[in-house]
Nanobody
Framework: QAQLVESGGGAVQAGGTLRLSCSAS????????MGWYRQAAGKQRELVAT???????NYADSVKGRFTISRDNAKNTVCLQMNSLKPEDTAVYYC??????????????WGQGTLVTVSS
């Protein structure tokens, strides 16, 4: 079964930058939307940014102008460049992909999550 593996989380000071990466592997025929979500302690998971296979993007208002999502369709990867980080960006960040596996099995897959901590 397909899986997503994230990397790039860590601890930074406010105003700093981090780049998250997510790689999809397995018997994947195609990937539709990919995205990043985050969940802060005690809060619900929320959308950060998504990107279609054609490159159209969507961002949460809280990250517009600071975060940039990108993908490489040939490598089945998606990245999130995070600039001007704020303490409120602290959360576990999850990669998500809407993909099609063998026998046209379409479903959403989540990564294991990577922790981003921003100190003031």
């Amino acid at each position: 079964q397909a899986q997503l593996v994230e990397s790039g989380g860590g601890a930074v000071q406010a105003g700093g930058t981090l780049r998250l990466s997510c790689s999809a592997s397995g018997s994947i025929q195609s990937i539709n939307d990919m995205g990043w979500y985050r969940q802060a302690a005690g809060k619900q998971r929320e959308l950060v940014a998504t990107i279609t296979s054609g490159g159209s993007t969507n961002y949460a208002d809280s990250v517009k102008g600071r975060f940039t999502i990108s993908r490489d369709n040939a490598k089945n990867t998606v990245c999130l460049q995070m600039n001007s980080l704020k303490p409120e960006d602290t959360a576990v960040y999850y990669c998500n992909a809407d993909l099609v596996e063998e026998l046209f099995f379409r479903h959403a897959v989540w990564g294991q999550g990577t922790l981003v901590t921003v100190s003031s």
